[in-house]
């Protein structure tokens, strides 16, 4: 059981918009930054965004993040077929004074 | 290229150890705190451990407190995990990630070394 709460599936059609969501609580999310990475099993995680709503150089601004109290969100618009991998959040917890992940969102573009 | 690169996984028996390195380069590695990330097979990813960029403090997941250790040597720009009284559960690919500054983020990446804890 994950400490942050993702839906472990989404999907969408290519030039679609999908939105992934995490809800976690007052030590983490509600504290404390949040970030978004994405991941192909077998590959280096890349961090897509951070701080809540920044964009590292190189990620196109397709995606975009978001943070209101205890919950963030993941917007992906221009669904892509190369979207298609597990999005996860994570962010630093003061009560476990250490990082937590969400479970994780396997996209599926259609 | 900034680039983390991973090494020392393998097969162990339970109840055994092994100690994990990894190595940074494209960076000023003693700038940056680092962690340890792990995914079981079929599972998310789990944060294990962290450094801060100095080596004086040290952060762990409560599911390996006490059992590993987490430690760095800034002059061969390295990370280890030294991982004792290994568990089935413990079976995972362990990634390096380097901070991204201020312990905002994990910005780099390794692919991971494969941990196999079974007799």
């Known amino acids: 059981q994950s400490v942050l709460t993702q839906p472990p599936s989404a999907s969408g059609t290519s030039g679609q918009r999908v939105a992934i969501s995490c809800s976690g609580s007052?030590?983490?999310?509600?504290?404390?930054?949040l970030n978004w990475y994405y991941h192909l099993p077998g590959t280096a995680p890349k961090l897509l965004i951070y701080?809540?709503?920044q964009r590292p150089s190189g990620v196109p601004d397709r995606f975009s993040g978001s943070k209101s109290g205890t919950s963030a969100s993941l917007a992906i618009s221009g669904l892509q077929a190369e979207d298609e991998a597990d999005y996860y959040c994570?962010?630093?917890?003061?009560?476990?004074?250490?990082?937590?992940f969400g479970g994780g969102t396997k996209l599926t573009v259609l | 290229e900034v680039q983390v690169l991973e090494s020392g996984g393998g097969l162990v028996q339970p109840g055994g150890s092994l100690r994990l390195s990894c190595v940074g380069s494209g960076f000023t590695f003693s700038g940056y705190a680092m962690s340890w990330v792990r995914q079981a097979p079929g599972k998310g990813l789990e944060w294990v451990s962290a450094i801060s960029d100095s080596g004086s403090h040290t952060y762990y997941a409560k599911s390996v407190k006490g059992r590993f250790t987490i430690s760095r040597d800034n002059s061969k720009n390295t990370q280890y995990l030294q991982m004792n009284s290994l568990r089935a559960e413990d079976t995972a690919i362990y990634l390096c990630?380097?901070?991204?500054?201020?312990?905002?983020?994990?910005?780099?990446w390794g692919q991971g070394t494969v941990v196999t804890v079974s007799s």
């Open positions: 701080n809540n709503n």
């Open positions: 990630a380097k901070d991204l500054g201020g312990g905002a983020a994990f910005d780099v």
């Open positions: 994570a962010a630093w917890d003061n009560s476990l004074n250490g990082w937590v």
């Open positions: 007052s030590s983490n999310i509600g504290t404390n930054s």
